[in-house]
C-alpha cells in the first residue's frame, strides 16, 4: 500500500524510525486521521467526494469506511496506472490552484475500489496516468498518454491554443460547444441531487444551458502574474540578484501544480488585451529589478472614456502598435484605481478597474433579459398576478441588474458590501438618467437591506440574490424569509452553493405556516466557455396559499 500523501507532487510521510515511541506514533496518525477527515462541506474537494462517491457506489464506499481504508492507496505515489474514464467531475475554481474540470475513473481489478482523476481527458477515453497525490478513495494522476480517445467527442482540431493542456485556465477546448454546455447542464443537475437536501419532485428538471454569444476572445479581465526570480527573495537589501531573471515566468498558473507558465496570449480573452499582453510583459521584464517580491498584473477591457465623465481616477491606457480593428475602439485599462467603462444593450456601466464586474461581456445581455423575462413573464401555468413594481438587488456590485432592469420597477434597492461598487452603482444610476430617488444603494451586508426596504410591498417585490462563491450567510436567508418577497432571482457563480442556499430557502419556507417558496426553474448559463466554470439561475416564488 502507498503512504498517505495531501501534499501534492510531495513524497508522502516519511517511515517512522526504530527509536521513535509508540505513544508518538499513535499521536501522530491520530493527527493524521484527523487532518483526513476534514472536507469542508461545499468546497471543490467536498463536490469531487460526491463524484467519487457516486462513481464507486454506496456499498463499496461503506465497506471501505467500515475496515477504514478510505485513505489507504492501492497504488504507490509516482505510478503510471492504466485507466478507462467514466465521468467529468463538477468540481472547479476558475483561475486558480485547484485542479479543475478533470475526468474520473475507476482502477480496474484486482485493484480495489478505488478512482483516479485525470484532466484534459474526457469519458470513454483509456488513458495512462502519473500518479502525484492521494485522498480519500482517491487519487490523482497527470496525463501521460490518451491510449484510446474518445472521437465522438474529443477533436483535437478544434483547440485554438497553444497552451490548452499545460495551463489551468481552460478545460474544454478540445469538445464541441454543445457538448460544453451539455456538461454545464449535467454538473447543475448534479449540484441539486447532491447539495440542495430537497427531494426530488421539489426541483424541475433543469433547462438546457444558455450558450455564450462569444466563444473566444470574450474574457474581459486577465490576471497574469508572476512570482520573484529565485535568489531574489533572500536578499534582504531589495537588490535583485539578476543572473536568475531567465527563471521569470510571467503568466497563469500550470494546471495541477504551484508553477505560474509563461504566456503570451489567451485565446479566451478579448483582441485588445491580447495586444497589450507582450508589450505589459515585456515592461515587467525590463524593470524587474523594481519589483520587491512577484506581482499580479491587471489587463481589463474597457471602452475609451470620454473626457469629464470618467466616475474616479483617470486611466492608464495602455499603447498598443497598431490596433486592429477589432481591438481599435476599446482600450486595455492596467491601473487597478482607474476607471473601466462597458455597456450592456444601451446602458453604460463605470467601475474601477479593480472591482467586480462580470468577466464575459457578450453574455450579459441574454443573462438580464432572462432574469427579466423570468421576473416579469412567469409560466402561464401559474396564477397570473399583476407584475412586480419593486426591486431588491442584493450583492448589487456596482448595479448590473438594478439598472438594467430599472424601467420596469417603480423603486430599486441595492446592497452591496464593497463601498468603491455602491459609489459606482450610484453613479452608474446617473450615468443611465435614472429618476433621482428612484434607485438607492446601500453599503454593507446583505442581511442589512431588509431595514432600508420596510416600505416595499412584499407580494410586489423581486428580491435578486447574486452571491460570492460562498453563497448567502444564514442570517440573510433567514431575514429574507421574515420579508417573504414574492419573488426570487437567485443568480449565482458557484452551482453547490446555490443548490444548498435554495434547499433551505425552500424547506425552512415550507416548514411554517403560510405557504412557502417553490423552486419554478433551474438554467444554467455558460459565462465562460472552454472552462469548466458553470453559473445558474433559479427562478423561486411564493406559492399562493
Ligand atoms: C458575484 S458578485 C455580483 C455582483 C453584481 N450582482 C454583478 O453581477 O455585477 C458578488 C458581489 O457580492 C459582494 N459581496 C460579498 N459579500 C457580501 C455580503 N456579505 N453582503 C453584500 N455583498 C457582498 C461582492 O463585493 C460582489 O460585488
Known amino acids: 500500500m502507498a503512504s498517505d500523501n495531501e501534499i501534492e507532487g510531495g513524497p508522502g510521510p516519511s517511515t ?4 521513535e515511541s509508540t505513544g508518538k506514533k499513535d499521536k501522530a496518525n491520530k493527527k493524521r486521521k484527523k487532518k483526513h477527515a476534514e472536507i469542508e462541506p461545499y468546497s471543490s474537494d467536498d463536490v469531487l467526494w460526491r463524484d467519487v462517491t457516486a462513481l464507486l457506489g454506496a456499498e463499496a464506499t461503506s465497506e471501505a469506511a467500515s475496515k477504514g481504508t478510505e485513505w489507504d492507496a492501492p497504488i504507490e505515489w509516482g505510478a503510471e496506472v492504466e485507466v478507462e474514464m467514466s465521468e467529468l467531475a463538477s468540481n472547479g475554481k476558475f483561475f486558480s490552484m485547484l485542479l479543475t474540470g478533470e475526468c474520473i475513473g475507476k482502477l480496474s481489478e484486482p485493484h480495489p475500489p478505488w478512482v483516479i482523476v485525470v484532466p484534459f481527458v ?22 501521460i498518454e490518451i491510449l484510446e480517445p474518445n472521437t465522438s467527442l474529443r ?8 497552451y490548452f493542456g499545460k495551463c489551468a485556465g481552460c478545460q474544454y477546448q478540445m469538445l464541441s460547444y454543445d457538448h460544453q454546455l451539455d456538461v454545464k447542464r449535467r454538473v447543475v443537475v448534479k449540484a441539486f441531487q447532491n447539495f440542495s437536501n430537497l427531494a426530488e419532485g421539489l426541483v424541475p428538471e433543469v433547462l438546457p444551458a444558455i450558450a455564450s454569444p462569444m466563444q473566444y476572445n470574450y474574457r474581459t479581465k486577465i ?4 512570482d520573484a526570480p529565485t ?7 531589495g537588490k535583485k540578484k539578476l543572473k536568475d531573471v531567465k527563471e521569470l515566468r510571467i503568466g497563469f498558473n500550470e494546471h495541477g501544480r504551484r508553477s505560474v507558465m509563461d504566456i503570451e496570449e489567451c485565446p479566451i480573452a478579448t483582441p485588445v488585451l491580447n495586444e497589450a499582453l507582450g508589450p505589459i510583459i515585456s515592461n515587467v521584464r525590463r524593470n524587474i529589478h523594481t519589483y520587491k517580491r512577484g506581482a499580479t498584473l491587471l489587463l481589463r477591457d474597457s471602452l475609451p472614456i470620454p473626457a469629464n465623465t470618467a466616475n474616479g481616477a483617470e486611466n492608464t491606457e495602455v499603447a498598443v502598435d497598431a490596433p486592429t480593428a477589432e481591438a481599435q475602439t476599446h ?3 492596467t491601473d487597478h484605481k482607474a476607471t473601466i467603462r462597458e455597456a450592456v444593450g444601451p446602458m453604460l456601466f463605470e467601475y474601477p478597474a479593480g472591482s467586480f464586474f462580470q468577466n464575459n461581456n457578450s453574455v450579459l445581455v441574454p443573462l438580464t433579459s432572462y432574469v427579466r423575462e423570468a421576473i416579469l413573464n412567469p409560466p402561464s401555468s401559474l396564477p397570473q398576478t399583476s407584475p412586480p413594481t419593486h426591486l431588491v438587488d442584493t450583492y448589487c456590485g456596482s448595479g448590473l441588474f438594478s439598472i438594467t432592469l430599472s424601467p420596469h420597477f417603480e423603486k430599486i434597492a441595492g446592497v452591496e458590501i464593497s463601498e468603491d461598487s455602491i459609489r459606482s452603482a450610484k453613479h452608474n444610476a446617473e450615468l443611465n438618467s435614472i429618476p433621482e430617488g428612484k434607485c438607492l444603494f446601500f453599503a454593507g451586508k446583505a442581511e442589512a437591506i431588509f431595514d432600508s426596504v420596510k416600505d416595499f410591498p412584499p407580494d410586489q417585490t423581486v428580491v435578486v440574490i447574486d452571491p460570492p462563491r460562498k453563497g448567502c450567510d444564514e442570517k440573510f436567508i433567514e431575514q429574507l424569509l421574515t420579508f417573504r418577497p414574492k419573488t426570487l432571482v437567485y443568480v449565482s457563480c458557484n452551482v453547490h452553493t446555490q443548490a444548498r442556499d435554495v434547499g433551505m430557502i425552500v424547506e425552512r419556507s415550507n416548514a411554517g405556516v403560510g405557504g412557502g417558496y417553490m423552486v419554478e426553474s433551474v438554467r444554467p448559463f455558460d459565462l465562460f466557455p472552454q472552462t469548466a466554470h458553470v453559473e445558474s439561475v433559479a427562478v423561486l416564488r411564493l406559492r399562493e396559499e
Request: hydrophobic fraction near 25%; glycine fraction near 6%; aromatic fraction near 4%.
Open 122 to 143: 474526457l469519458p470513454g477515453e483509456k488513458v495512462k496516468a502519473k500518479i502525484h497525490r492521494h485522498s480519500k478513495l482517491h487519487s490523482f494522476g497527470s496525463l
Open 231 to 237: 535568489g531574489s527573495r533572500n536578499d534582504r537589501k
Open 16 to 19: 517512522s524510525t526504530a527509536v
Open 155 to 162: 477533436d483535437t482540431t478544434r483547440v485554438k491554443c497553444q
Open 331 to 333: 482600450i486595455c485599462v
Open 223 to 226: 490576471t497574469p502574474h508572476f
